[in-house]
């Protein structure tokens, strides 16, 4: 059974681009959750979507942006980069939303490094 | 503001040894994980906790949760090399609601033969 699929793996961008990064869940989950992973800040969450709508969003600028498509699959979308958007950007997927009470373990992928020169 | 604070943040042990990794959380949850990640790697789910008194077992790690006390604790028996490693915990908000999980800073765990 494939596992969440993350692309690009790394990726060197320059301040001001802006940059998409990819993420399949695995096959049957609904829920996509994205994570930003920083030695300074840890493991902060972004934003999760479930059936094509976002339902919740963390402590971000509105630079940062996603979407998911009918098969689940999502995108995140980073505009105007700065340096400290450098960081692992971590997607999971669940079976269920989060409303089913003890099902919402997150199966994380490898994850896209991004470095902002 | 849900906040999950972890201790240690750091830890080197040698193998054989027993640990224990704390979790503590500022406002009431009904779920709490235990994820690991290796250097260079994604986070690896090892237990989910979603009553009071919950006690699961895996292998050399037994979690456990105090949901009275906000508490969560990691205890490592026997410790061997493979298991160093980075250990996060994270607290979902109550109500099983669409929020995302709160991580602790994580425990660096480093286990010398």
């Known amino acids: 059974k494939a596992g969440v699929t993350q692309t690009p793996r790394y990726l060197i961008k320059t301040r001001g681009q802006q940059v998409t990064l990819s993420c399949s869940p695995i096959?049957?989950?609904?829920?996509v959750s994205w994570y930003q992973q920083t030695p300074g800040q840890g493991l902060q969450f972004l934003f999760e979507y479930f059936s094509e709508t976002q339902r919740n969003k963390g402590n971000f600028p509105g630079r940062f942006s996603g979407r998911q498509f009918s098969n689940s699959r999502s995108e995140m979308n980073v505009s105007t980069l700065e340096l400290g958007d450098s960081a692992l950007y971590l997607c999971?997927?669940?079976?269920?939303?989060?409303?089913?009470?003890?099902?919402?373990?997150?199966?994380f992928g490898a994850g896209s490094r991004l470095t902002v020169l | 503001e849900l906040k999950v604070e972890q201790n240690p943040l750091f830890l080197s042990m040698q193998e054989g040894k027993n640990y224990t990794i704390y979790c503590n959380y500022s406002?009431?949850?009904?779920?709490l994980y235990w994820y690991r990640q290796d250097p260079g790697k994604s986070l690896e789910s090892l237990f989910v906790?979603?009553?009071?008194?919950a006690v699961k077992q895996e292998g050399r790690l037994m979690a456990s949760l105090d949901t009275k006390a906000r508490l969560s604790t990691l205890h490592i028996t026997a410790a061997v090399h493979d298991l160093s490693a980075t250990y996060f915990c994270?607290?979902?908000?109550?109500?099983?609601?669409?929020?995302?999980?709160?991580f602790g800073k994580g425990t660096h765990l480093i286990i010398q033969p």
């Open positions: 096959s049957g989950h609904r829920s």
């Open positions: 906790l979603l009553s009071n008194g």
């Open positions: 406002t009431t949850s009904d779920r």
């Open positions: 999971a997927s669940s079976l269920e939303g989060a409303e089913v009470l003890g099902a919402n373990v997150l199966t």
């Open positions: 994270a607290v979902g908000d109550s109500g099983g609601g669409a929020d995302g999980l709160t």
